[in-house]
């Protein structure tokens, strides 16, 4: 039995969970502030709830669990995150946080749930009943040396998402993210919970952020989120009408020059290895992986 305490997260839980986070995946980028609002400010329709694990006073494990609701699928349940310091491992504290977000879960009504585990934990994860589906490639690049400002070609222009009306950028998002793979198609992410999750986001760097115009439409885009001098590409795409002209590239390539400039000293980022296209974007922008994790599946009935 796990010695620790399981409970609900607390918006002062904040900086703990962060920390534990960063000893725990140091390619994740959530800061205190945006973590504090997750927890405190949950959007609409998810039904969000989190929980630590504690002992001595300390956060020594955190997960999340959610419904889907940005995708067309039904009774999709997720659990994010399901982790725990490495020095309280093995005494049940792990399977303590999982049982707290999978009833949660169960009582949201899902009717299949997805997480996402490190290869080191697939076996825990089949012991609860999940099937390893897609494998998820983290990359890292080091700004000490920016890219360059890209050359725009002509007819295309590259502008910052600052002072851009967001329901122009939600739609280059929630277009360009419909057919990205993965287990559920992305294809319902509504501008509310866009504003709330995104834009409205603390960690957003959006003078960093970067969309590519042509002929007065906004077409591709690449956006930044920071915590500190570190920085997670959290988006990039292009409406698919505007593929294959290098404009996520140039996107990308921009936001990266800018949030250099704005003191972002490294930059992460995430890919399915069936994404071939944008994982050959991050490699010719000096992307390294420094880890992998499997999308796991469970149906419940």
């Known amino acids: 039995m796990s010695g620790a305490e399981i409970r ?21 980028v959530r800061g205190v502030e945006s ?29 999340s669990a959610y419904r889907n609701t940005q995708t067309s699928t039904p009774g999709v349940g ?17 399977t303590a946080l999982f049982d707290a977000a999978f009833g949660h879960l169960r009582t949201l009504g899902s009717t299949r749930v997805l997480t996402h585990a490190r290869t080191e934990s697939l076996p825990f994860a089949q012991r609860h009943g999940f099937t390893p589906s897609r494998e998820l490639r983290y990359s890292a690049l080091d700004l000490s040396t920016p890219p360059p400002m890209p050359q725009a070609p002509p007819g295309v ?16 998002d929630a277009e360009s993210s419909r057919d990205e793979p993965g287990d ?27 969309l590519a115009e042509v002929d007065g439409e906004l077409v591709a885009l ?12 959290d988006f990039t795409g292009t409406l698919p009408a505007y593929r294959g002209r290098g404009l996520a590239r ?18 992460y980022t ?18 390294r992986p420094v880890d992998s994790q499997w999308s796991c599946r469970r149906k419940l009935t």
């Open 8 to 28: 609900p997260a607390r918006p002062d839980d904040a900086p703990a969970v962060v920390a534990l986070r960063a000893l725990v995946y140091p390619y994740l």
């Open 35 to 63: 973590t504090r609002r997750m927890i405190a400010d949950p959007p609409a329709g998810e039904d969000w709830s989190a929980w630590v694990a504690e002992a001595d006073g300390q956060v020594i494990g955190w997960v």
């Open 78 to 94: 997720e659990m994010a995150l399901l982790h725990v310091h490495p020095e309280h491992r093995r005494r049940g504290t792990g």
């Open 157 to 172: 222009r590259l502008v910052s998402a600052a002072g851009l009306d967001p329901r122009l950028v939600h739609r280059v």
């Open 184 to 210: 559920v198609p992305t294809d319902s992410l509504g501008f509310d919970l866009w504003l709330h999750e995104c834009w409205d986001n603390p960690g957003l760097d959006r003078e960093a952020s970067t």
């Open 222 to 233: 690449s956006l930044v989120k920071r915590d500190g001098d570190r920085m997670w590409s």
């Open 250 to 267: 140039l996107a990308k390539q921009a936001a990266l020059h800018a949030a250099a400039a704005r003191g972002v000293c490294t930059a």
């Open 270 to 287: 995430s890919n399915d290895e069936a994404n071939a296209p944008m994982l050959a974007v991050n490699e010719r922008l000096g992307y």
